[in-house]
């Protein structure tokens, strides 16, 4: 059992920014690929963006690409979220993801092993 554990939700105007965190219990967390998922309202949970163990390889879409970065400390167990020039369409429940170790596969919410609580993010216009 790995517990993920995400802070620095929060409201913000649109063009704003927030930063993310999600500390992991699991001292094996540099040997896996993390991700951030959304869920808005009465919306399937998003892929965000994620990044290989090795903290190297990132991947985002289209929808946060150039506005979101994702990164990570191993050494403090620590996966982040720098979300920049945010939008209403951002508003949403986010969620920390860890995958299996040594997992190489695509990001699907469906591969994922363990869960954080999530994190209301709220861009007003």
């Known amino acids: 059992q790995v517990d993920l554990v995400e802070s620095g939700g929060g409201r913000v105007q649109a063009g704003g920014s927030l930063r993310l965190s999600c500390a992991a219990s699991?001292?094996?967390?540099?040997?896996?690929?993390m991700a951030w998922f959304r869920q808005a309202p009465e919306k399937g949970r998003e892929f965000v963006a994620a990044?290989?163990?090795?903290?190297?390889?990132?991947t985002y879409p289209d929808s946060v690409k150039d506005r979101f970065t994702i990164s990570r400390v191993n050494e403090k167990n620590t996966l982040y979220l720098e979300m920049n020039s945010l939008k209403p369409e951002d508003t949403a429940v986010y969620y920390c993801?860890?995958?299996?170790?040594?997992?190489?596969?695509?990001?699907?919410?469906?591969?994922?092993?363990?869960w954080g609580q999530g994190t209301q993010v709220t861009v007003s216009s």
């Open positions: 699991d001292r094996a967390f540099s040997d896996v690929s």
């Open positions: 993801a860890a995958y299996p170790r040594y997992y190489s596969g695509n990001y699907i919410p469906n591969r994922v092993a363990f």
């Open positions: 990044i290989r163990h090795n903290g190297v390889t990132t």
